[in-house]
């Protein structure tokens, strides 16, 4: 065995033109499909992330209904006691308390449709990075009286820092919700429908408005290791009860599921069609080195080489061949997929605006996780080893006579 590895890897360099041609069809079928891949799931890993951190958190636990029919009255009351048994649920990180309703927000002759998020300000920020959101102005505080806006609303209703925005609606079991409050802070997201009716306020404060004291709508729950969402959940339903809904976000974001998975779908049908250009080409340039070496081969076989040696030899050349190709396509494309994991492209145009669609920004990260490397290394290693077969095949087969005369 020992005399194989020593021959084939000799033999590999005896025409290193034939060897560099084979080599560099296996290189570039690594390195484009690490490359489309990572893009890929690196895009999938962004949209997922920013709708996780902005929105529903990975679990979320309501009063039973409540998805259903959003209403303030289904609400829910929430003690310290209650929230802290799901904080001790193993892997839970962090719980959000939020009150979400809707309002008529106004300023003079103007108004317009709020969607209204009462929150803990230091949990909120803690989750979704809100204080950096800010655009103008400043980031609430625990028992703050003032209100967050997104950009777009603050524009439509011609409002600034310091100005007073009035919200009219109804409260909890029908009471009367109005108010007066003054604009903190002014926030922007990459999504326009988030965009364009956002308000924040204090927990504390919506409760008051709504006259729902100590009530929630939904309590949101963020993750150590997202891997373990289904354990999770189980576990937050037996800590709450029966009377509560404990969702995940993929049966929240049902929508952005289905898009993912169908772009999923189209992308290895892509990759796949790369792997099927990649496999002939890496056949094609096996067939040529086969039928360059016949009459190599045929002396070999002549002068006593048994053929199963032989193919042997040809099989570790083609190993040689497939891992040196294999890792240089990971060494030369991890730096690039670094850069464009730590710098993504930025979309624009019809690009960003589909994104942007879906609550995610308008950039183009690569992932770097493990399994992309190996995962297209073993398919084109798996490739290479499939197009040996045809060398195999020939050494068993051919006339001694025929390929030494060169036939």
Not at 267 to 276: A, K, V
């Amino acid at each position: 065995m020992k005399e194989y590895l020593k021959i084939a890897w000799r033999n590999l360099w005896r025409n290193k033109k034939r060897t560099m041609i084979t080599m560099a069809s296996v290189f570039f079928a690594v390195f484009l499909a690490l490359m489309m891949r990572s893009m890929q799931l690196g895009t999938y890993d962004s949209m997922e992330r920013n709708t996780i951190k902005n929105t529903t958190g990975y679990i979320q636990v309501h009063k039973l209904g409540y998805w259903d029919d959003k209403t303030i009255n289904n609400t829910f009351g929430a003690s310290a006691s209650f929230l802290n048994s799901i904080t001790e649920v193993p892997n839970v990180s962090l719980v959000i308390p939020r009150l979400e309703s809707f309002a008529l927000g106004s300023t003079g002759i103007l108004s317009k449709g709020v969607a209204v998020i009462g929150t803990d300000p230091e949990i909120e920020n803690k989750t979704s990075g809100l204080a950096k959101r800010i655009i103008k102005g400043k980031y609430l505080e625990k028992g703050d009286s003032g209100v967050l806006i997104v950009e777009n609303l603050a524009r439509y209703l011609k409002l600034d820092i310091d100005d007073t925005i009035t919200l009219i609606s109804q409260g909890y079991h029908g009471v009367t919700a109005a108010g007066n409050y003054t604009v903190s802070g002014i926030i922007s997201f990459p999504s326009p429908a988030m965009n364009n009716k956002l308000l924040f306020m204090d927990l504390g404060t919506a409760q008051y408005l709504y006259g729902a004291t100590d009530m929630l709508s939904s309590i949101s729950v963020m993750l150590d290791n997202p891997d373990k969402l289904n354990s999770s959940i189980e576990a937050i339903e037996h800590a709450t009860g029966p009377a509560y809904e404990v969702m995940s976000w993929k049966e929240m974001n049902v929508e952005l599921v289905q898009s993912i998975e169908s772009d999923n779908i189209s992308g290895m049908f892509m990759l796949g069609i790369l792997y099927i250009v990649v496999g002939f080409g890496i056949f094609g340039t096996m067939m040529m080195m086969t039928l360059e070496r016949k009459r190599e081969f045929g002396v070999m076989v002549s002068v006593g080489m048994q053929r199963y040696k032989l193919a042997s030899i040809i099989f570790f050349e083609t190993i040689y061949i497939a891992l040196i190709s294999v890792l240089a396509g990971i060494v030369f494309a991890s730096p690039f997929i670094y850069y464009l994991h730590v710098n993504p492209i930025r979309l624009t145009g019809e690009a960003a605006k589909a994104m942007m669609d879906f609550n995610a920004e308008p950039v183009m990260p690569f992932a770097t996780d493990i399994p992309i490397f190996y995962n297209q290394a073993i398919v084109v290693l798996i490739l290479t080893l499939i197009a040996v077969i045809y060398p195999l095949i020939i050494i068993q087969r051919f006339n001694v006579l025929k390929a030494i005369r060169g036939h």
